[in-house]
């Protein structure tokens, strides 16, 4: 088992940055790869960024490359989620997730979940 705990979210106004960290706890392994979901108020979850366990191999949805970049620390066992140049409609609560697989991180399909941490951008 393995929990996740978000930290990090908060107001900003548009153009300013945020860091996320997500603490890993557990049964944490450098094998787990990591990702970030955002669910915005009436809308879908959506796929934001996602990590390999090894911290070489990243990818991201098109909504957000170029402006947020996912890293990880291993010795710590924390993911982060540095977000620039933020837009009002980058406003959702942010989760963290882990899996064994990648390709199931990027369907949604993780099998642990954060509690997710609130991240609203102002116009």
């Known amino acids: 088992q393995v929990q996740l705990v978000e930290s990090g979210g908060g107001l900003v106004q548009a153009g300013g940055s945020l860091r996320l960290s997500c603490a890993a706890s557990g049964r944490t392994s450098r094998n787990y790869a990591a990702g970030w979901f955002r669910q915005a108020p009436g809308k879908e979850r959506e796929f934001v960024a996602r990590?390999?366990?090894?911290?070489?191999?990243?990818l991201y949805a098109d909504s957000v490359k170029g402006r947020f970049t996912i890293s990880r620390d291993n010795v710590k066992n924390t993911v982060y989620l540095q977000m620039s140049v933020l837009k009002p409609e980058d406003t959702a609560v942010y989760y963290c997730?882990?899996?064994?697989?990648?390709?199931?991180?990027?369907?949604?399909?993780?099998?642990?979940w954060g509690q997710g941490t609130q991240v609203t951008v102002s116009s």
């Open positions: 990590i390999s366990g090894g911290g070489t191999m990243t």
């Open positions: 997730v882990a899996d064994n697989s990648l390709a199931d991180i990027f369907l949604g399909r993780a099998d642990y």
